[in-house]
């Protein structure tokens, strides 16, 4: 098997609510079909998000359904999420950062490291790194402008 090198991408983007409530929608696996367009299905393998908690989770992403079983090695609530894959056709590590802005609005920073081996083909690494980024990009402003409306309408 060759070696291939890991992709990072990294992304931080603005939601117009506090710190805990953006780490309650974007930190719980459960809540990742509702935000995010490429997630297709999730499961609960041990109850709620936790430290140590596990899931399974499916993706469809540039023309592959994948399927993953990933644990939660950090969660704390308005703060820092980070998750690791146990199983599935490669490996990664997700992290979001919650920073609270003095409106307090939430700045989120996501970071995500994947090594993909041969999963993708010939891919280039900076066009996934790019298909990745743009997907968090249009799901988290389609989150932004969710949570804005819900805002307004209060």
């Not at 992304?11 to 609510?17: E, R, S, W």
């Not at 609530?77 to 919650?98: D, I, K, L, Q």
């Not at 980024?133 to 402008?145: C, E, P, R, T, Y």
């Amino acid at each position: 098997m060759t070696k291939t090198e890991q992709v990072t991408a990294e992304y931080a983007f603005h939601l117009p609510v506090p710190p805990d409530e953006a780490f309650a929608l974007i930190s719980d696996p459960v809540q990742d079909p509702v935000w995010q367009a490429a997630c297709v299905d999730v499961t609960l393998l041990d109850g709620p998000a936790r430290p140590g908690g596990r899931y399974e989770i499916t993706f469809q992403l540039i023309g592959k359904r994948m399927q993953f079983t990933v644990e939660i090695s950090e969660f704390e609530p308005g703060r820092r999420s980070r998750f690791h894959t146990v199983e599935g056709p490669f490996g990664y590590v997700g992290t979001y950062e919650y920073v609270e802005r003095e409106d307090g609005t939430t700045t989120v920073h996501w970071t995500f490291e994947v090594d993909p081996g041969d999963y993708f083909g010939i891919m280039p690494k900076s066009l996934l790194r790019k298909v990745l980024v743009n997907s968090v990009k249009k799901d988290s402003g389609k989150l932004a402008a969710q949570l804005g409306q819900g805002a307004r309408n209060r």
